[in-house]
């Protein structure tokens, strides 16, 4: 087996994961400078809730794909509603206060949600019902299943589309016109408050979308998922330039792959000290490492230019 | 001017604005005619912009904001641009990330006329042929000038009936500044209102048919342009004669 090309498709299939969260991160940190450490239990609730109704229309009939395609509706649905709601609850009224409060209410509303999500679906694993066939296909070496596919394809879908949205339409503009200047696009009739609401609610919904992804991939959901890929996500946007969208992109991949890599080859590297258990050092190695050396991260330029 | 005898097209009466404790406008009374240009003029930290930013609906203020004959008071910050009520702001607000098209997009945000937006876009790029060549470049890439003439194209199309301008000398060559007020006065010729914050006072009430003077938060004088530029005490104290 070719291990090296083995782990860049895993890596390549996580970082799309890891892309599609921290898009949400680095959207909302360009339009309001704040981190939503929310953000990943998003991610946590859209795989649960796909969960759920997968169980509640799996024995109905309908064709798996068309259940997929319905969990995966109602879950970015209930996830841009959840999204919308933390920006009203616990940033809204804190929009002009001091930077440290948003924060602490972000934190407030992970636990709340983690709490709540435990307390509904139980403090168990549960295994990801898996819809779709399990074929795998070799790739010179490596083996990619069709699950895997569907997630790169439909990262890369949605970032594309993402990108087309932000460049090429009036709505996208007004977004990266408020992230620039929130005062100048108020004069030109943008409404604030409605471009930040959709900014939590686009974000929420490509968290949503990420949280099936990562569940088909393992095929295990739990109510802490969410806080280790959200803290890896915040990690990849800052190794991509925290505020910029296409860094987001970037910084997904790229710690997908040195996660996978990272894993792959630490137990040669430390003579079989280290198993690949400690792949999660590597995240956390990377983010140390871009606050330390280049805290703009790589396509970033600006680093807290608004006080 | 007659035309200050017209119905007014902005009427303030009274108009106070505090940051905090601090009393920065104490009660001014403003009157913009249809089609007038009017120079509301005053040294640093006079009032200006706290007078358009509050006129703009940017700042909490009392006291009473008349304009098409509507009080403004329910007004977000937002509605204003599609009553056609704009603020150029100091400093130019331009969007430095966005090309300099998009930017004159960004004008007309509130229109859906696609055609005539397109017509409009023309027009600008005729007015300003530097930026017709520069489309497609950064805005924060274009110099102070081209910044500043992007910025009333970007205000022009939204079509205003009142264009409010803060300072549009600002930081100019003085070829540049010459340009931008001979656009500013046809811009009024072409029936659009205008109220000019400027500190080159004499730039300001030769292109203006009437003007303000503010000192701490009030106005000291009003009169027509070409008296305030006679005036002795004007001149002393803001044309440097
Ligand atoms: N955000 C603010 N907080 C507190 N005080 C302010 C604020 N903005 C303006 N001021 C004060 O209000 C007064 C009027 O300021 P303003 O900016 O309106 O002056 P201006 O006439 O536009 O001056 P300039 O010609 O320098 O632009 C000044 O004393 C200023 O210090
Ligand atoms: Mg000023």
Redesign the pocket.
């Known amino acids: 087996m070719d291990t090296l090309l083995q782990q860049i498709v895993n890596g390549f299939v996580q970082g799309s994961v890891y892309a599609m969260v921290a898009l949400g991160y680095t959207m909302v940190y360009g339009i309001l400078g704040l981190i939503n450490f929310a953000h990943g239990e998003v991610v946590m609730v859209g795989a649960m809730v796909a969960m759920s109704v997968i169980h509640l229309l799996i024995g109905s009939g309908l064709p798996p794909l068309l259940v997929l395609l319905i969990s995966l509706i109602i879950s970015m649905v209930v996830c841009m509603a959840l999204g919308y709601g933390i920006e009203r609850i616990a940033y809204r009224p804190l929009r002009n206060a001091p930077r440290l409060a948003p924060l602490i209410t972000a934190i407030g509303v992970s636990m709340v949600l983690q709490n709540l999500a435990m307390m509904f679906w139980g403090r168990e694993y549960h295994a990801f019902p898996s819809l779709l066939p399990n074929n795998s296909h070799r790739l010179s070496g490596a083996i990619i299943t069709e699950v895997q596919i569907l997630i790169v394809l439909i990262a890369l879908g949605m970032m594309g589309g993402l990108l087309l949205l932000m460049h090429r339409t009036r709505l996208g503009r007004a977004m990266r016109a408020v992230a620039e200047n929130p005062s100048a696009a108020v004069l030109m009739g943008v409404n604030i408050n409605g471009v930040i609401a959709i900014t939590f609610m686009l974000g929420s919904a490509l968290a949503a979308v990420a949280g099936i992804m990562i569940s088909a991939n393992y095929g295990i959901v739990h109510y802490y998922m969410g806080s280790i890929l959200g803290l890896k996500a915040f990690t990849a946007a800052v190794l991509g330039g925290i505020g910029n969208m296409r860094g987001a992109m970037v910084g997904g991949l790229l710690l997908g792959l040195i996660e996978s890599l990272g894993a792959g080859y630490i137990g040669d590297l430390s003579g079989g000290f280290f198993g690949s258990h400690y792949q999660d050092v590597f995240a956390f190695f990377v983010l140390i490492s871009v606050l330390i050396f280049r805290p703009s991260g790589l396509l970033g330029e600006r680093v807290a230019e608004r006080a | 001017m007659i035309a200050s005898k017209s119905s007014p097209l902005l009427q303030v009466r009274n108009l106070k604005v505090a940051?905090?404790g601090?009393q920065?406008l104490k009660g001014i009374d403003i009157d913009v005619a249809p089609g007038e240009l009017v120079a509301l003029i005053?040294s640093?930290?006079?009032?200006?912009?706290?007078t358009l930013k509050a006129l703009a609906g940017l700042l909490p203020s009392t006291g009473k904001i008349h304009y098409c004959g509507k009080s403004l008071q329910h007004y977000a910050a937002h509605q204003l641009i599609q009553e056609g009520l704009v603020l150029v702001p100091?400093g130019r607000g331009v969007f430095a990330r966005l090309t300099v098209k998009e930017n004159l997009l960004m004008g007309a945000y509130c229109r859906h006329d696609k055609s005539s937006i397109a017509q409009d876009m023309q027009h600008i790029y005729q007015l300003f042929p530097r930026l017709a060549e520069r489309q497609m470049q950064l805005a924060g890439t274009l110099s102070g000038g081209e910044q500043q003439m992007m910025a009333l194209g970007r205000a022009l199309m939204s079509r205003p009936k009142l264009l409010m301008l803060d300072?549009p000398s600002m930081g100019l060559a003085p070829m540049m500044v010459v340009k931008i007020f001979e656009t500013i006065r046809n811009i009024c010729a072409q029936g659009v209102s205008i109220l000019l914050v400027e500190?080159n006072a004499k730039l300001a009430l030769e292109v203006a048919h009437r003007g303000y003077v503010l000192e701490n938060g009030l106005i000291t004088l009003s009169d027509s342009a070409a008296s305030l530029l006679g005036s002795a005490v004007v001149r002393r104290a803001y044309l440097g004669s």
């Open positions: 940051y905090g601090i920065a005053g640093n930290g006079a009032g200006k912009t706290t100091e300072e500190q």
